[in-house]
Each structure stands twice: as C-alpha cells, then as structure tokens.
C-alpha cells in the first residue's frame, strides 16, 4: 500500500487564512474574478481535511463498493459544517444532492467509477487530475462546492499515497482557477471528454506534481 500521510491540520488553516488575506491579490491575476472565501468558507474546508484524515487514519477507502456516502459527507462538510441553516434544510440539500448523485446522465458517481476503473492503471498525478476534471465538467458530481469537494477528494487520494494534500494558497491560486474556470464550462461524453479535458488534466497533474516541495501540511507518515 505504501506510505500513508497525515495531514498536519494547523499548517492547512494557516495557509488558507493567508489565501484569503491575499485574495485581492489573486482576483487582480484572474479572467474570472473569484469571491474572496469567507471565514465560514475556511473552516467548512478546515472540517473537510479533518474528515480526510480521519478517513486516512481508518483506511477508509472512498471509491470501494460501499463508501460513496463518504464522498456524499465531504459535500455536506464543505458546503453546511459551520452554515448558519436549519437542519431541515441541510436534510433537504442533502437529498436533492443525493439524488442528483447517484442519477445524474453522464456525470453522476457511477460514471465517475467507470472512469477509474478505464484509468487505474494511470499514475497518481493523472489519476488525482483526472478525477477532479471529471467532477469539474458538466454535467458535474455535485450540485455545490465541486471546487472544494474536488480539491478534498485530491487531497486523499495523494495522501493515500503518501503525498502532501492540495491546498489552495497564494502562489498555486492563478494555476489552479484559470483552468478550472474552462473545465467546468466543457461536457462530458462529447469531443471535450477526448480533446480538451485530457489537455487541462496534464496540466492539473503537473501542477499537483509541482506542490511536493512543501512538506508543511504533513504531520508523519505511517507504514
């Protein structure tokens, strides 16, 4: 299995206060100006590692037969952890997300398990991008948070394999939104899906590649 990495949760939330301390700065660096995440924002996300962490430390493995309600739960964490909304309307959310899930033509969960399976013999780089274009392009796996859902769902499959989680930060910002911002706007089971989202996967695969250097957001690795 090889080594398995924990996340160092401090160094995340301190990276992510510093996004968005500077995200005037990074608007000023998009074609599409972005809205600063609030505070609510960040510690929804902040949840989300922890939850990824916890996953890592239980050898919970998100894309086995069974476990799609964990992908399910890193949704509601991101988007209704600290919200200020009944639980009624969490519930109701979550079921309209449910369903959209599990039914969706062409980009619900059960494609993206297709997609694996035809990709699994790819390495981690390309895998982890590739998954995140998927979940990008419509039509996409959630109705909400795809961004952040995605960017969580990276985060264990190169921890998984003993690599630094992605965090969004100032620097990885432009690289991360520009392309981002085109893949959501192209669709699956059309000639986007064989010409162009492969194109933006290369270019998420190296940019994940790029962000090894910084160790700050592991704690240790076990065996």
Not at 18 to 28: E, L, R, V
Not at 48 to 57: A, F, N, R, T, V
Not at 118 to 123: A, I, P, W
Request: proline content about 2%; charged content about 25%; hydrophobic content about 35%.
């Amino acid at each position: 299995m090889g080594n398995i990495a924990r996340l160092n949760i401090d160094a995340i939330r301190s990276c992510l206060k510093d996004t968005q301390g500077n995200f005037k700065h990074i608007n000023a660096s998009l074609t599409v100006k972005r809205t600063a995440p609030s505070d609510e924002v960040i510690e929804n996300l902040v949840a989300g590692y922890k939850k990824i962490d916890s996953y890592l430390k239980n050898g919970t493995k998100l894309f086995e037969i069974g476990s799609s309600e964990c992908l399910l739960e890193l949704n509601q964490i991101v988007l209704y952890q600290h919200a200020d909304i009944s639980k009624e309307e969490q519930a109701y959310q979550f079921e309209a997300t449910k369903a959209h899930f599990y039914k969706a033509k062409h980009g619900g969960i059960g494609q993206l398990m297709e997609w694996l399976e035809f990709h699994k013999n790819s390495n981690v780089w390309m895998q982890t991008a590739g998954i995140f274009t998927h979940i990008l392009s419509q039509p996409q796996l959630f109705l909400e948070g795809n961004h952040r859902t995605g960017s969580l769902i990276m985060s264990y499959l190169l921890a998984k394999s003993g690599h630094c989680p992605f965090v969004l930060s100032y620097e990885n910002a432009k690289h991360f939104f520009e392309p981002a911002e085109l893949i959501k706007k192209r669709r699956k089971k059309t000639l986007d899906e064989f010409l162009y989202l492969p194109k933006q996967t290369r270019k998420f695969a190296k940019l994940l590649k790029s962000e090894q250097k910084d160790r700050r957001y592991l704690i240790k690795n076990l065996v």
